[in-house]
């Protein structure tokens, strides 16, 4: 049953990366054998023979299938790294290309004259939402408050972002879960200000014991940009949705008090006059 999932998941995963549906089989089929006929490629992968042809004859073209000219001919699979290389340049060239073509594109306004205060909008998946943490990151110029409730969130990548922020003479505020995070913040970002957040209500609502959200990570930047993302907590780890909503443009009141909250748990001594709030 699992080697089922895995072969499913093979094919999915290669028609993402732009395979279509017969040569992601194909390619799967060939993957398991050290060389097949078609007929042979056909039986495994469930393909009509007579498109199993078309498909090897788009694998080879991609350079992914090599073809040994017998009779009947044989065909095989390149090596898993080699494969995996061949998609990954293909995919960030279309994506470069994707790019430069949307680059070109001649902006339309609708409505010039509407002018926005503020303005909310909304996220989903942890990748989309790790992507536009670092995007807000990236674009502060004074202040970046940060509070972490998932030691997964701490990549790496993140704490690049917020070493740059610092390296521009930034305020950078980060709030941990627990200590053990702390730490860990601590030896990554000597010169930021790292604390363990006191906001109980992040881990679940006590007023309601049905509500299993989990507040994941919030984010202040430059006080008018805030992020706010959660999950469900008794979902495993691995499996977890991550949404947030984030917006910009609030009025102080508003910024003010979610900087206080977010700052709780800081000590004064270490932080005196928490300037700006």
């Not at 509070?147 to 969130?153: A, D, T």
């Not at 950078?172 to 627990?178: D, F, P, S, W």
Request: negative net charge; glycine residues 4%.
């Amino acid at each position: 049953m699992e080697e089922l999932s895995n072969h499913q998941r093979a094919v999915e995963l290669l028609q993402q990366l732009g395979l279509k549906e017969y040569e992601s089989k194909c390619f799967v089929a060939l993957s398991q054998l050290p060389k097949a006929t078609a007929k042979e490629i056909s039986e495994l992968s469930d393909v009509p023979r007579t498109r199993v042809y078309d498909a090897v004859r788009v694998l080879e073209a991609k350079g992914l299938v090599e073809v040994q000219h017998s009779s009947p001919q044989q065909f095989r699979a390149v090596m898993t790294d080699e494969a995996a290389q061949t998609l990954r340049r293909e995919f960030e060239s279309r994506t470069e290309t994707l790019v430069d073509v949307l680059g070109k594109l001649e902006p339309t306004n609708f409505d010039t004259d509407r002018e926005i205060t503020h303005e909310v909008w909304s996220l989903s998946g942890s990748t989309s939402i790790a992507n536009r943490t670092h995007q807000l990151i990236g674009s502060a110029e004074q202040e970046v408050v940060l509070i972490l409730n998932r030691r997964k969130i701490l990549t790496d990548e993140l704490l690049e972002h917020l070493r740059n922020a610092l390296e521009m003479d930034l305020d950078v505020l980060v709030g941990t879960a627990n200590d053990e995070v702390r730490e860990t913040v601590e030896e990554a970002l000597p010169d930021a200000r790292v604390f363990v957040s006191g906001l109980e209500w992040l881990h679940s609502s006590p007023a309601d014991a049905a509500d299993d959200t989990t507040i994941s990570r919030l984010l202040l930047v430059d006080k008018n940009t805030i992020l706010v993302s959660s999950v469900h907590a008794n979902q495993p780890e691995r499996e977890a949705h991550e949404k947030a909503v984030f917006g910009r443009g609030f009025d102080n009141g508003i910024v003010v008090i979610a900087r206080r909250l977010m700052a709780t748990g800081l000590q004064p001594t270490d932080d005196p006059g928490l300037p700006g709030t």
